[in-house]
């Protein structure tokens, strides 16, 4: 596992699981994420080597293209969690599509983490709102986004997207979790680094 530690050490650590894509907009992330807070933090940049298997909690078939989707999650958390050791600092998860997905899981998991920002999440994944509800969540605050076209498609799974994510969101709600569900404009693939940057301040603001 490789990481990318952007900023210098400080008493709030950002993790992020990213990929290429991810990394490419990052540093316009940070920019973004510095003019929402004025809190001092660093971000520790998780690269992801099969985005498929490394952030998946269970085996499940392709809903697109080739590669099924692996269960490798448990392992990345537990990598994960070596940078998370300090008692003196406060740590976030947050992530991007599947990667939020991974930081809900993950939520569930440990209570390590202060907040979870799940960013336009892969909510539709295969029985992971039946999970999240026999799994209370574990950490303070959780943020949900999703782009208001994302559930306008025609591919039958990644259309449930929407129902899934309402869903999700009145049952942390009803968990009596510090949520939010924040509704962006465009689809997936518009403006990630803002959407990531936006939770990831969220969340920072709850504690």
């Known amino acids: 596992m490789k990481t990318i530690e952007f900023g210098s050490a400080a008493d709030t650590v950002l993790i992020q699981p990213v990929d290429n894509h991810d990394l490419a907009g990052m540093e316009n992330e940070i920019s973004l994420l510095r003019s929402m807070t004025a809190r001092p933090f660093q971000l520790i940049a998780v690269k992801v080597d099969n985005w498929n298997h490394d952030l998946s909690p269970w085996n499940a078939p392709s809903v697109f293209g080739n590669g099924d989707f692996g269960d490798g999650a448990a392992n990345l958390l537990e990598q994960i969690m070596e940078y998370c050791s300090s008692p003196d600092k ?110 990831f301040a969220w969340v920072m603001q709850q504690t």
């Open 90 to 199: 406060t740590y976030y998860l947050g992530g991007y599509s599947l990667a939020g997905l991974f930081a809900l899981w993950a939520a569930c998991r440990t209570d390590r983490f202060a907040g979870a920002a799940a960013v336009s999440p892969s909510v539709w994944f295969p029985d992971f709102s039946a999970y999240l509800h026999a799994n209370p969540i574990r950490t303070r605050s959780v943020y949900l986004s999703l782009g208001d076209r994302e559930e306008h498609t025609r591919h039958p799974v990644m259309a449930k997207v929407g129902d899934c994510i309402r869903e999700d969101y009145l049952h942390l709600q009803e968990q009596g979790v510090n949520t939010i569900l924040e509704w962006n404009k465009g689809g997936h693939f518009t403006e990630p680094d803002q959407r990531i940057a936006k939770g």
